[in-house]
């Protein structure tokens, strides 16, 4: 049991690395990676919601019926969506202006459905947490790496502490919108290129 | 009027929904690899962004600004959206079977696209009135369909084109997103 436990987790970190193999929720991908700091806010947000909508769900599976599970779904993690603003609200306000609208985005997120739509809804509790922890510390992690990349170039620092000396001219195209497009079409490619070997 | 204009002006390009807002990108990039898809999604979009625009506004300032629940906004949006789309299923499947056959497929994926909720949630950020929403609704919804349509030729030419293999498909995709929201973003000194 440990060993699918562990299976269903990793595969979240790699072979179906979310926004890079599913390509699913790119909006906050692309929209909130201006910063390491907001990246991995965002994804940290999203990963409580999986998590918890995937056990909510996995746990009602037999109770909700089939033609209705989509709605059913879609207020599970409406409920979830809002414990997690409510809270960020209080706890950490600053993060909760820079993100703005897209925590309540998180409702219409393709991942926290798509998963409890093609996992959650089918297999056991422990499973569906293993699978919505995996795949929400793959969503944090991308979204890490990408605001590295494009805090790095754009504004010269990494988590605010600059990384490239005094004379580093910044790169403001990379933090502004078509940067984000092409520094995440960029990064897919290097993930092909390194995954074919 | 010139106020209108400006706003439409301003949500077509400025604020472009997809390109520099970041909303409904997954069909963004799920349909436009042929145009019929794109053109089909863009106007199942209109069509459904300019009443849920008009709907959630009246839920939040008739319904939950008078009860003092808004922090239920993100729960009923949703379930006004997910009804909507749903009521004009049914009734587009009864009433005008031959705009259905056109739309069909697209309607149930647009519970989960961002760009609605997104634009629903903006008309209340910024505390539009009842018109400047209607406004903001329908210029977001061209907007989107503008970026699909102009993104599905570029992308249906470079689908012809020979492309380095890890290049392929979305990652090529997205560069491209990049490069039209690099020439919409020369609209960014106009309002």
Not at chain 1, 64 to 91: D, G, H, N, S, W
Request: net charge positive; with cysteine.
């Amino acid at each position: 049991m440990a060993q699918s436990i562990a299976k269903e987790f990793t595969k979240g970190l790699w072979a179906e690395l979310p926004p890079f193999r599913l390509v699913l929720g790119l909006c906050p991908v692309l929209a909130v990676t201006q910063s390491v700091e907001n990246g991995i806010g965002m994804g940290l947000a999203t990963t409580f919601v999986l998590i918890c909508s995937n056990f909510l769900v996995s746990l009602l599976r037999t109770v909700i019926p089939a033609k209705v599970r989509i709605a059913c779904y879609i207020v599970i993690i409406a409920t979830f969506v809002t414990i997690v603003e409510l809270l960020m609200q209080a706890f950490t306000y600053e993060l909760f202006l820079k993100l703005g609208i897209f925590i309540p985005l998180i409702v219409v997120n393709c991942i926290v459905l798509g998963r409890a739509e093609a996992f959650a809804g089918k297999n056991p509790p422990h499973l569906a947490i293993a699978d919505g922890l995996g795949m929400g510390v793959g969503f944090t992690l991308s979204l890490g790496a990408l605001g590295a990349v494009r805090e790095s170039l754009g504004a010269g620092t990494i988590l605010g502490n600059p990384v490239f000396g005094p004379d580093f001219q910044p790169f403001t195209f990379m933090v502004q919108a078509p940067g984000a497009f092409v520094c995440l079409g960029l990064m897919l490619c290097m993930m092909n290129l390194i995954g074919k070997k | 009027m010139t106020d209108y204009f400006v706003l439409a002006i301003s949500c077509i390009f400025v604020n472009n929904i997809l390109l520099a807002q970041f909303l409904g990108n997954c069909p963004f990039l799920g349909t436009s690899k042929k145009m019929e898809t794109a053109t089909g999604m863009s106007m199942a979009v209109v069509f459904v962004l300019v009443l849920a625009g008009l709907i959630t506004w009246v839920t939040n300032n008739f319904l939950l600004k008078p009860l003092n629940i808004e922090y239920l906004r993100t729960l009923s949006f949703i379930l006004v959206i997910a009804s909507l789309v749903q009521f004009v299923e049914m009734f587009l499947k009864k009433s005008i079977p031959a705009l259905y056959a056109g739309l069909g497929i697209f309607l149930p994926l647009i519970t989960t696209n961002c760009a609605v909720m997104g634009a629903c949630l903006i008309n209340i950020k910024e505390d539009y009135t009842f018109v400047q929403a209607a406004v903001a609704s329908f210029s977001y919804a061209v907007g989107f369909g503008l970026a699909l349509v102009l993104f599905a030729g570029l992308r249906e030419r470079i689908n012809i084109a020979r492309v380095p293999q890890p290049l392929q498909d979305t990652s090529l995709g997205l560069v491209t997103a990049g490069m039209i929201a690099l020439s919409f973003y020369a609209f960014k000194g106009m309002v």
